[in-house]
């Protein structure tokens, strides 16, 4: 279901923010093997946050516009450990406004080139051939979105990193104006490589865009 439909659900009390991530963690669990879309998942983390966005919800009082939807970082904007002390621009706007994020998401290492794979992480594959690529430099968040691994995946695009595997693999990429997404650490490439996202559907790009639009200091 796209991003407006869970959230209508949610609203209804017809469906929780814990199954929906328990779904995706399920679809993980089925299909990453093959593809190689996540080089880490915060099954724990995932699902606390989940559990406190269905009290939100059942209180009526959601946090934000995506309160309970999953959400994928590349894996060159979120670490889950030492030595980040404090996420990208983008990240901290979703997760203020309530999404879930599952884990991160495999990249080339350097997110230089047009495939996915790298020695620290492996090969990413195709979702609809895993002979194939799905592109790169953001293939994993690709692979993942199409295979229902959570709704949104922030990407980073300098020379095509989102436009490639969204064309790839069959989903909506977004490669937003220069400045339009606060980014930092900027990338050697600053002036080219843009935070964006990897979506099912053009409406969810636009709502994550609307988020991760806001200013940054």
């Known amino acids: 279901m796209p991003a407006a439909e869970l959230l209508a659900r949610y609203r209804r009390k017809e469906l929780s923010p814990v199954e929906v991530v328990r779904a995706v963690l399920d679809r993980i669990d089925r299909h990453d093997g093959a593809v190689n879309a996540f080089c880490w998942v915060d099954r724990d983390g995932a699902l606390a946050s989940a559990s406190a966005s269905e009290a939100r919800w059942r209180a009526g009082a959601p946090r934000g516009l995506i309160d309970g939807v999953p959400v994928g970082i590349k894996d060159n904007l979120l670490a889950p450990a030492a030595p980040a002390t404090h996420d990208a ?3 901290t706007r979703l997760r203020e406004q309530g999404a ?9 290492e350097f997110g230089w080139k047009a495939v996915t794979d790298s020695p620290l992480t492996g090969v990413t594959r195709n979702p609809w051939d895993t002979r194939k690529t799905p592109g790169g ?3 994993g968040a690709a692979a993942a979105v199409v295979l229902g691994m959570g709704n949104i995946h922030l990407g980073t695009d300098g020379g095509g ?7 790839f693999s069959g989903c909506y990429g977004l490669k937003p104006t220069r400045a ?10 600053g002036t080219l ?3 964006g996202t990897l979506t ?4 969810d790009a636009a709502l994550a865009l609307t988020i991760m639009a806001a200013p940054d200091a």
Do not use: E, F, N, Y
């Not at 879930?100 to 080339?108: L, W």
């Not at 990193?161 to 064309?167: D, E, F, K, L, Y």
């Not at 339009?180 to 490439?189: D, I, K, N």
């Open 161 to 167: 990193s989102i436009r490639i595997p969204a064309a």
């Open 193 to 195: 490589a843009h935070v």
């Open 137 to 139: 430099s953001s293939g």
């Open 200 to 203: 099912r559907s053009v409406a």
């Open 89 to 91: 621009p983008a990240v």
């Open 100 to 108: 879930i994020v599952i884990g991160k998401t495999t990249m080339p």
């Open 180 to 189: 339009r997404v606060p980014a930092w650490p900027t990338s050697p490439l």
